[in-house]
């Protein structure tokens, strides 16, 4: 009996020294779980972890997605698939910028990470907890991981893997989400989920997978081998992005999910996270690559389309085979054939090229970034100027480089020729005709082909303009493709459509001598093999820098709301006053986003000078009012200009000196001063005049408002005398320059005025309110500002001389723009027209299509005709006096 006394104290001390020594080492806690990721892995391990994490970048944009979130939120990060790298990465580098970083990993087990005495301790207190329940201790049931996450520790979760899901569904293990839930709804903290991507493989899947891929992983999902070699090798390559967070209390409180239960909660949340990263990933990948073939059989096998194929076939007295076959062709004709190893290739090449022949590539990647964001929501149409061939390349190769898949583009079937045309369709080019006109098969196929990219979810790149600018001025929007677009959404291709308008400018277009020949009447060159090998002679000069602007992307579904329209119902005059009205939309948008240039600026003080000559200072004075004006309306302008304006103004002038645009008109004169004069080159007028184009957008209301207050012909005026001439001059110029349907005119007087007065151009009158008065100088002043439309009053004027003589459809379309131009030659040359930058084809056309839609057909009208020219006549000797 005493021996088992003896015994019995014997384990109870022994129990007892062992509680004190476990609890020593526990130090007062039992919570410790491998879930749990301290940090301190030990110095070896920590190295390798730091030299993979410091190949990876992090955007700054992303950063600020932490830094925006309130401080006294829970913050969870949330990954598709489960990677510890992906942990270990956040962990490290958001501990390194002092931000929210991970340590509690839901469902994650950090063994061969953590140091033996964590472990040992790990390893106690389980062992203690098992053997007073008989079971292991969970993090999750006794409440372990809500709390550490309530003490300011951050977590992440996985969303999708095959084991975890097994133990949720069969073993009825905690749910982590529906544990961020129930820690939602019994704590007045916010718990922020932000979904994160690391895209080792920015390359878009293919539908079938490789052998590659079965050997080491997928693009998705790649394996530990592929995933080494990338980032040892290619970590460049890789991205990392943060998506927008999640507030979970805004998401629960949603009255669609209130309504469930805690479980359902949590399959909704996951589903809504992991749609947010695949929506990430894909902006950045691009929607799953199929093949050429795929695509036209998805096409020409929808029922719709066979239907329409059988009705045409039915129509034209042709069998339904030739017509399945000339649908086929069809398609051929148009359809990309999209090659990453194309398109890597134009990388290399294309970096190469632009180093060789630009100064620089001018970006905002903040735009760039928003662009991103918008492009995890719906396809992006991408809307840039036209106004050189290297626009084709430039955007896709910005996009590519700012890791975005390259958007398929519409191409004119001009540049199908060989060996351009093949290289185009595997980089995402797919070709279309000039006109669909008594094609109607076509146009139903080219319909199908857009509805088709954009179900698949590719961005499309189209030029609204239709061709490139040879003035340098926008042109007015083509109504075509963009309303194919328009029907495609209105057709459930996608839920919705964001359009960019994208500025692109250069200080000098290659294509300028070509423009320079089109203009005055000259054919246009077709593309053609001889014409590729003659263009390696643009390598061998600097073309000085192009800028790239993104303006704000414009939902289609909110502008169509805000019209209140219905698409689905609207008459056929209804729908294309729409598809107008959003197509000078996007036009004005790129020109508030266009960048001013010095070649630009110069170019228009340059030609607004006078029609031959002038000296520096009396260029200068000119373009200190027009970069006044840029200032007043905060207009961007070149970099160049914003570090140091007066060595790139006098850069420009020495290089139109160089390009024998000007001339000195002493050639004796060694240095330039104020009173230096120049000669302007009589044949190089219409190339100043293609940069004066440029920026000619910034002061067109200006240039309205000075011409109305130069017309009055007296000193004092109020601005309500001005309504009229301005509103004739907006209508009259409405396809060369785009008014703003959501700002009056009355507002823009207004501001021109505002400005005025600022330049010392007006003064209020002292007794009336808005009554002006004009000063000494700014009379003068007013008349450089006009002397922006002085080309095209002479080009309108020359129009009117046509219609005087020719009667009424004697020519038509493209023979009468040949014929205006003839006759504008010869009043030049008899000196009744005085600038030459006035003999444009294009002014002709835009002024042709202004007088026959107010009534001028022939000399008939000539009661109209000669209206219209006294008030040309008027405007234009008010001007030059």
């Known amino acids: 009996m005493k021996l088992f006394q003896k015994l019995k104290s014997l384990i109870a001390n022994f129990r007892l020294k062992l509680r004190r020594m476990i609890n020593c080492m526990l130090g007062n806690t039992y919570d410790y779980f491998l879930c749990f990721y301290p940090g301190n892995s030990g110095y070896f391990i920590q190295m390798l972890i730091n030299r993979l994490i410091n190949k990876l970048n992090f955007d700054d944009h992303n950063i600020e997605k932490i830094k925006n979130i309130d401080k006294n939120n829970i913050v969870v990060y949330a990954s598709k698939n489960k990677r510890i790298l992906d942990f270990l990465y956040y962990h490290t580098k958001l501990k390194g910028l002092d931000l929210p970083y991970p340590q509690v990993g839901f469902d994650f087990r950090f063994f061969f990470l953590l140091p033996v005495r964590r472990l040992l301790r790990i390893l106690l207190c389980h062992l203690d907890y098992f053997v007073h329940h008989f079971h292991f201790k969970d993090a999750y049931t006794t409440g372990y991981a809500a709390k550490e996450l309530l003490n300011d520790r951050s977590g992440f979760v996985c969303l999708i893997e095959e084991e975890d899901f097994y133990k949720r569904f069969i073993k009825s293990t905690p749910d982590p989400l529906f544990i961020l839930i129930q820690l939602q709804k019994t704590t007045n903290k916010s718990v922020i989920i932000i979904p994160e991507n690391i895209i080792y493989v920015t390359k878009p899947m293919r539908k079938e997978a490789t052998f590659t891929d079965i050997l080491f992983g997928t693009h998705e999902k790649p394996g530990l081998i592929k995933l080494f070699f990338i980032i ?90 030739k017509t399945h076959k000339k649908a086929a062709g069809y398609i051929k004709e148009i359809a990309a054939n999209y090659n990453l190893q194309v398109i890597n290739f134009a990388n290399y090449l294309l970096t190469w090229i632009f180093k060789n022949i630009f100064e620089d590539l001018v970006l905002d990647q903040e735009e760039i970034n928003r662009m991103r964001e918008k492009s995890t ?132 277009v290659l294509e300028e001598d070509a423009y320079l020949k089109e203009i005055e009447g000259g054919k246009k060159k077709p593309e053609t093999l001889k014409g590729l090998i003659n263009a390696r002679k643009f390598l061998k000069k600097k073309y000085g820098k192009v800028y790239m602007k993104f303006n ?76 006044n004006i840029m200032t007043f309306m905060n207009v961007e302008v070149s970099d160049t200009l914003l570090i140091d304006p007066d060595n790139a103004l006098n850069a420009v002038l020495n290089n139109f000196i160089s390009r024998n645009f000007i001339e000195l008109a002493d050639e004796d004169d060694k ?18 005049d293609y940069y004066k184009n440029s920026v000619i957008s910034f002061f067109v209301h200006f240039a309205y408002t000075a011409v109305a207050i130069i017309e009055i012909d007296r000193f004092q005026f109020s601005s309500s005398d001005l309504v009229m001439r301005y509103r004739f001059l907006e209508k009259m110029f409405t396809d060369e320059f785009f008014f703003d349907e ?53 080009s309108y004027k020359t129009t009117l001389f046509y219609f005087e003589k020719y009667k009424a459809e004697k020519h038509e379309g493209k023979e009468r723009v040949k014929k205006i131009h003839s006759l504008g030659t010869k009043l030049y040359k008899t000196k009744i027209i005085t600038f030459k930058e006035s003999l444009s084809q294009i002014n002709y056309k835009n002024s042709a299509n202004y007088f026959t839609k107010n009534g001028i057909a022939g000399p008939q009208d000539h009661m109209q005709i000669e209206h219209y020219k006294n008030i040309l006549d008027r405007l234009i000797l008010l001007i030059a006096s």
């Open 232 to 321: 040892l090798r290619q970590p460049e390559k890789i991205r990392v992005e943060l998506a927008n967070p999640v507030n979970l209390k805004d998401f629960i409180n949603n009255p669609e999910i209130e309504q469930l239960d805690s479980e359902f909660q949590a399959h909704r949340l996951r589903s809504h996270l992991v749609e947010i990263l695949n929506r990430q990933k894909k902006s950045i990948t691009g929607p799953v690559l199929k093949s050429r073939q795929e695509i036209t059989e998805d096409i020409l096998t929808r029922k719709s389309l066979r239907e329409y194929l059988a009705q045409y076939a039915l129509e034209n007295n042709l069998t339904l085979s």
């Open 377 to 508: 929501e719906a396809p992006l149409i991408l809307v840039p100027c036209h106004k050189s061939h290297l626009d084709y390349l430039l955007l896709p190769y910005v996009m590519f480089r700012n890791n975005m898949p390259c958007p398929h583009i519409a191409a004119g079937k001009n540049l199908s020729f060989w060996p351009l045309g093949p290289l185009f369709r595997r980089a995402g080019a797919f070709f279309l005709r000039r006109t669909f006109q008594g094609a109607p098969l076509y146009s139903k196929i080219f319909a199908a082909y857009l509805e088709k990219l954009l179900y698949e979810g590719f961005n499309i790149k189209i030029f609204i303009e239709g061709g490139r600018s040879r003035t340098g001025k926008l042109l007015a929007p083509k109504p075509g493709g963009l309303a194919m677009l328009v029907n495609a959404y209105n057709n459930g291709a996608c839920d919705n459509l964001y359009f960019v308008p994208v500025f692109i400018g250069y200080d000098q």
């Open 552 to 627: 704000e992307p414009i939902s289609l579904k909110d502008y169509i709301q805000d019209k209140n329209i219905d698409l689905s119902k609207a008459s056929k005059e209804e729908y294309i006053k729409f598809i107008k009205t959003f197509g000078y939309k996007l036009i004005n948008a790129i020109n508030t986003n266009a960048v001013a240039t010095p070649h630009g600026i110069i170019a228009s003080a340059v030609l607004n000078c006078s029609k031959n000559s002038f000296a520096k200072k009396q260029m200068m004075d000119r373009v200190n009012t027009y970069m």
């Open 671 to 688: 240095d330039i001063t104020e009173t230096t004069v120049f000669i302007i080159k009589n044949n190089k007028r219409a190339i100043l």
């Open 742 to 794: 959501e700002t009056t005119c009355e507002e823009n007087i207004s501001t021109c005025i505002k400005f005025f007065m600022n330049e010392g151009i007006l003064v209020p009158d002292s007794t009336e309110s808005d009554v002006f008065r004009i000063t000494s100088q700014g009379l003068r002043k007013l008349k450089w500002i006009a002397a922006f439309l002085q080309p095209f009053f002479e």
